[in-house]
């Protein structure tokens, strides 16, 4: 049993900046990849950014250079920072953590419960 805790998120004026975190909980588990997505209203969920275990990174293109994606692995933890906002990026930011069960091979996805980030004008 895992749970996805996400906090973080609000709202920021155009031109600032939010920390979001994400934290698993449970036990007899490892993770392998972890990323953070975003649906708006009205569209499908994208990727924004994934990181594996040992800290290799995929970005979003268009996202290069705003926004910055780490984690702590003896904390359990997947964190984005995103600087320069706009209006654009208001969207539900969900956290996703690849759990391997302990004496396990296979993964499992796993989904936080989402937070709002809402950017104004």
């Known amino acids: 049993q895992v749970q996805l805790v996400e906090s973080g998120g609000g709202l920021v004026q155009a031109g600032g900046s939010l920390r979001l975190s994400c934290a698993a909980s449970g036990s007899r588990f490892s993770i392998n990849d972890m990323g953070w997505y975003r649906q708006a209203p009205g569209k499908q969920r994208e990727l924004v950014a994934r990181i594996t275990s040992g800290g290799s990174i995929r970005y979003v293109e268009s996202l290069k250079g705003r926004f910055t994606i780490s984690r702590d692995n003896a904390k359990s933890t997947v964190y984005l920072q995103m600087n320069s906002l706009k209006p654009e990026d208001t969207a539900v930011y969900y956290c996703?953590?690849?759990?391997?069960?302990?004496?396990?091979?296979?993964?499992?996805?796993?989904w936080g419960q989402g937070t709002q980030v809402t950017v104004s004008s």
């Open positions: 996703l953590a690849e759990i391997r069960p302990a004496a396990s091979w296979r993964t499992y996805d796993y």
